[in-house]
């Protein structure tokens, strides 16, 4: 049985860089990473970007945050809307009890930029 969870969040419209506190339903408050249980896959599925100019990265880690690794680089390159949908989803699996996974942010310009996305949540493969 599988899970799917939408995910949002925005820029602070300050900062060139940071950490995404993603939102869901799912969560009691912001979080800014998404931890990955032992034998278990996530799936992103959609990103959807809109607003501002702005690079979304979609980073994992396998020891609990103590190093980070890019997996996927998604570009808005101007003002206004991006949506993918991908055929073949960023997969971040876990292999211990200490992968998660979070989204950055990188514009060349301060200001407020919006993220969308689903997330399946399996079992790994």
Do not use: C
Request: hydrophobic share 40%.
């Amino acid at each position: 049985m599988t899970d799917l969870i939408a995910i949002y969040g925005e820029t602070d419209g300050t900062t060139l860089t940071d950490t995404f506190s993603l939102n869901s339903e799912w969560f009691e408050s912001p979080v800014d990473y998404v931890k990955v249980d032992k034998g278990l896959s996530a799936k992103v599925w959609i990103l959807e970007l809109s607003g501002a100019a702005v690079d979304v990265l979609v980073d994992m880690s396998p020891d609990d945050g103590a190093s980070w690794i890019n997996v996927k680089r998604i570009k808005l390159p101007s003002d206004g809307h991006l949506e993918l949908d991908h055929r073949r989803p960023v997969i971040i699996a876990a292999k211990n009890d200490t992968t998660r996974f979070r989204l950055n942010w990188s514009q060349a310009a301060a200001a407020k930029s919006y993220v969308n996305g689903v997330v399946e949540f399996d079992q790994a493969r």
